[in-house]
């Protein structure tokens, strides 16, 4: 399952955020596929792929004590457009 996740901390914690970041250890069963740092605000978007819910709340627990993530499936444009269009026609 694809998803974004919104980290938001605290600006106090800023310091923290980049060391843990730098220097963390890819989680078993979750695949980055992007990171982007919010220039103007304390957050940090990640898009990533896991395997399962475990894996999942591993990742995300890890980084509990720093900040608050917001998670969001997501999905592929084109995909989410053929998928809401096959839908449609069951209604």
């Known amino acids: 399952m694809l998803l974004m ?16 970041g730098m220097g963390s250890a890819k989680s078993a069963g ?24 475990a894996h999942l709340a591993a990742s995300i627990f890890s980084w509990s004590d720093l900040g608050v993530a917001e998670i969001i499936p997501v999905m592929e444009t084109e995909k989410a457009l053929k998928l809401l269009k096959k839908a449609g026609k069951k209604f």
């Open 5 to 20: 996740a919104i980290f938001s901390y605290s600006p106090e914690d800023r310091n923290l955020v980049i060391e843990r």
């Open 30 to 53: 979750v695949t980055i596929k992007g990171e982007w740092f919010d220039l103007s605000g304390h957050r940090v978007f990640r898009l990533f792929e896991a395997d399962d819910d």
